[in-house]
């Protein structure tokens, strides 16, 4: 596991590509996908997957990167949560640039305690 | 020369070979258990997806299904259904896996919140619930450390304050928890400044000043003796980390198992309708199977036993002493909370040296059973509470006073209404009318109390 990255502002993701659909991420040959997790106490650990591959699980923060195989494929996320003061971040960092926030959610902002979500990785 | 110089080699080796750690080899494990259970949910889902397609006649292509967006639905309902049955793959999951999980290391944590209550008759009454305040150190959450009303000051106390937390680099708050669980059953608090009535004192309600608000100092201490109700302890490692994060990790992984190729043509919502389909499927389950977790632990039983005392600070000599055990548990829709005290008061209403002592026992239980889920407000009920008390003098023809046992029986309804408030409605039955001095309407033993103001959020704009 990967030290997280810090010091970034995260942003709203930018490729929504429309009501219904999932933001998709672009990944140009040879480009690094990194998937960061920021998250507050947690009793049950949240898992990210990528194309039939668990990337994360875990109780606290991490950063992983992401190897993406040629085509479309899912990158989902899955938080559930059971501690007082919980809080979730995913966002993912293409090639070093500024982190983009994939969801958040936390109980401060009265969000439900759990949540499956995904984007489409087109390498 | 040759010898040490081979050994040296091997040597190396070796240590090239061989983990650098045990966290090393622990993540290595975890890996690998998380590589198996992705290929056994894999080879589950498309053996399911591919059977359930054909007796669709449904085709599939890139791991999406051709059809309207009902017939995938029926389809991949009866997928989920087949992959129902877990108990085989959370036997993948061993001791050391579930303990490298806890103790990952973390960059930052988060204060836990105080929820302590003073035992004293200052702040509560009984009946009390046993959990213990969850203070996780002095320094840790300061702000909640102290608390005050209008004329007392409760400082809230955790063994936890004395003991030094694990290591300066933070871990999970799992990990945080189960490393002090023991000092976590003991729990206090000090009140100073607090006004209490005279009869919360010394018990005795048929006395003319039963009412007299006196100043007093309060202290209690709490050890859980049975249970513990909250989640990050050791005890539901099994429920949290276990089957909780096994079916995150289930959802994640089978919504990363679904084609989104986009087809000639096809938009990106058109190519991701399948995933959006699963996913719409996997939340309500995988929020209901997590609530399920959660409700059993906050509803397991818990017992706690407390010892207390309440001195008056501008009268010498009258003190109180009390031990009381605190139980409660979940039973099918109902709650239970149990209380039994003992306490001694010592009494100088007769003057400082002809000082006596008022032994009582005290008894008192609630059931509260959750009716109507939803039939009112949704995702609320309507709660209906039965319960009792009793306060049985000791020896009562020792004491210079008249002491009266007392007795009462209450019922509550609380109908829940839109925007979040509750119409409670009360009825009590006692043989002690000073018990009643607080109710809306009484008749003979009888009172009854009602609070209607939380409609009045019925007619706010947008409630």
Not at chain 2, 101 to 127: F, H, Q, Y
Not at chain 2, 157 to 183: G, I, M
Not at chain 2, 403 to 411: C, I, V
Not at chain 2, 429 to 443: G, I, R, S
């Amino acid at each position: 596991m990967a030290a997280k990255k810090k010091g970034k502002s995260a942003k709203r993701a930018a490729e929504d590509t429309g009501p219904a659909a999932a933001p998709i991420i672009v990944v140009p040959p040879g480009g690094q996908l990194d998937v960061v997790v920021d998250v507050g106490p947690m009793v049950f650990p949240y898992t990210v997957a990528y194309a039939g591959h668990t990337v994360i699980k875990s109780l606290v923060d991490r950063q992983e990167q992401v190897t993406p195989q040629p085509g479309d494929f899912v990158l989902a996320w899955s938080f559930a949560h059971g501690a007082k003061g919980w809080s979730h971040q995913i966002s993912y960092i293409l090639d070093g640039a500024e982190p983009v926030v994939l969801e958040e959610a936390s109980e401060k902002k009265k969000n439900r305690d759990t949540s499956i979500g995904f984007a489409v990785v087109r390498a | 020369m040759a010898k040490p110089a081979c050994s040296l080699v091997v040597l190396v080796l070796l240590c090239t070979w061989l983990p650098s750690s045990p966290a090393v080899a622990q993540g290595a494990d975890r890996a690998a258990i998380d590589a198996r259970i992705d290929q056994m949910l894999t080879e589950r889902w498309k053996a399911a997806l591919d059977a359930e397609a054909k007796a669709s006649g449904l085709t599939l292509v890139d791991q999406r299904l051709s059809g309207s967006a009902d017939d995938k639905r029926k389809v991949y309902t009866a997928v989920l259904d087949r992959l129902k049955d877990d108990g085989d793959i959370l036997v993948n999951f061993t001791q050391a896996y579930v303990q490298s999980l806890i103790d990952e290391k973390v960059e930052s944590r988060m204060g836990t919140s105080v929820n302590a209550t003073s035992t004293n008759p200052a702040t509560a009454g009984l009946p009390e619930r046993s959990g213990a305040p969850s203070l996780a150190a002095l320094a840790a959450d300061v702000s909640s450390l102290v608390s005050a009303d209008k004329t007392a000051v409760t400082v809230n106390l955790n063994a936890l304050a004395f003991v030094s937390l694990r290591e300066p680099d933070l871990y999970s708050e799992l990990a945080a928890y189960q490393s002090h669980e023991l000092a976590r059953r003991f729990s206090g608090s000090v009140t100073f400044g607090a006004r209490i009535p005279e009869k919360e004192i010394t018990g005795l309600s048929n006395l003319p000043d039963f009412d007299q608000v006196l100043d007093a100092f309060s202290w209690d201490a709490k050890v859980r003796v049975l249970g513990d109700k909250d989640p990050r302890a050791s005890r539901w490692n099994d429920f949290t980390v276990v089957r909780g994060g096994f079916l995150a990790q289930k959802a994640a992984l089978l919504l990363s198992l679904v084609g989104v190729t986009p087809r000639p043509g096809e938009t990106a919502a058109q190519a991701q309708e399948d995933a959006l389909i699963v996913r719409s499927l996997l939340e309500p389950d995988l929020h209901k199977s997590i609530s399920a977790i959660k409700s059993g632990i906050a509803r397991s039983p818990q017992l706690s036993i407390k010892a207390a005392g309440t001195h008056l600070t501008k009268e010498t000599g009258k003190n109180k002493y009390a031990f009381t055990a605190l139980f409660d548990a979940g039973l099918g829709r109902s709650d239970v909370t149990a209380n039994v005290q003992y306490s001694i008061t010592d009494d100088v209403r007769l003057g400082i040296d002809q000082v006596f002592q008022v032994k009582a026992w005290a008894l008192s239980g609630e059931v509260i059973s959750h009716l109507a889920p939803d039939a009112i407000v949704e995702g609320r009920t309507l709660d209906w509470s039965l319960g009792g008390g009793a306060t049985l003098f000791q020896d009562t023809s020792s004491l210079p006073v008249p002491a009266d046992n007392t007795w009462k029986l209450f019922s509550r309804l609380d109908i829940p209404v839109r925007g979040g408030g509750r119409v409670p409605i009360s009825i009590i039955y006692t043989n002690d009318p000073n018990a009643l001095t607080k109710e809306k309407y009484v008749t003979g033993q009888i009172g009854l109390s009602y609070d209607f103001s939380a409609l009045k959020e019925l007619f706010v704009p947008g409630s």
